[in-house]
């Protein structure tokens, strides 16, 4: 009675000692599964900075079209709301954070433009009204009023459009170039 009574018991723990070691070996392989995971997923960073006005992600690299969009607002106030005190700051500004490959070329059009702004004695504003973006090509377009002075007199006021193309590496969007597409002339 006795040595059956064992048998049972030994039995019935053996049972639930292979119930565990099975439990422990689905938990394992999910802790690996879980790992592994880690180890290759992409994160997606949610980015939202007091003067930017809507949150943008970032992941592996791709970046979402607000991302694009307030990075090309952020350069337009740069490159167009200027004037010959101001151009060679935001021409600093702008150049870290261009793409090495441009940097020279988007250096000689920003001197340029400075050149023009002391020689002229000009300012501009520019007023954004449509952003397009286009995430494969990682380009904007921005449509709006430029408005031009020279000293508290405006000399012009044209609808215009300008394509921005940008560069998305290692977490950092970079200016690639900065073109006007077109211009209609408004009435003031």
Not at 25 to 34: D, M, Q, R, V
Not at 89 to 102: D, G, K, N, T
Not at 129 to 137: L, M, R, T
Not at 160 to 172: A, P, Q, S, V, W
């Amino acid at each position: 009675m006795r040595l059956r009574l064992h048998n049972v018991r030994l039995h019935h723990l053996i049972h639930q000692r292979n119930i565990f070691v099975g439990l422990s070996a689905a938990l394992l392989g999910a802790n690996i599964l879980l790992a592994l995971k880690t180890f290759f997923h992409l994160e997606r960073i949610l980015v939202m900075p007091p003067e930017i006005h809507q949150s943008f992600w970032v992941e592996g690299n791709r970046v979402s079209n607000h991302y694009v969009e307030e990075m090309a607002l952020f350069f337009a106030h740069l490159l167009l709301d200027t004037s010959e005190a101001s151009a060679p700051f935001h021409r600093e500004v702008i150049l870290r954070y261009a793409q090495p490959e441009s940097y020279g070329a988007l250096k000689t059009q920003l001197l340029e433009d400075e050149q023009r702004y002391k020689k002229e004695q000009l300012s501009t504003s520019f007023k954004p009204s449509v952003v397009e973006v286009d995430n494969k090509k990682m380009t904007a377009d921005l449509t709006g009023d430029l408005l031009s002075y020279v000293g508290s007199k405006k000399i012009s006021q044209n609808r215009e459009t300008y394509r921005f193309h940008f560069h998305y590496d290692h977490g950092r969007l970079q200016i690639v170039s900065f073109l006007l597409v077109k211009t209609e002339a408004k009435e003031s």
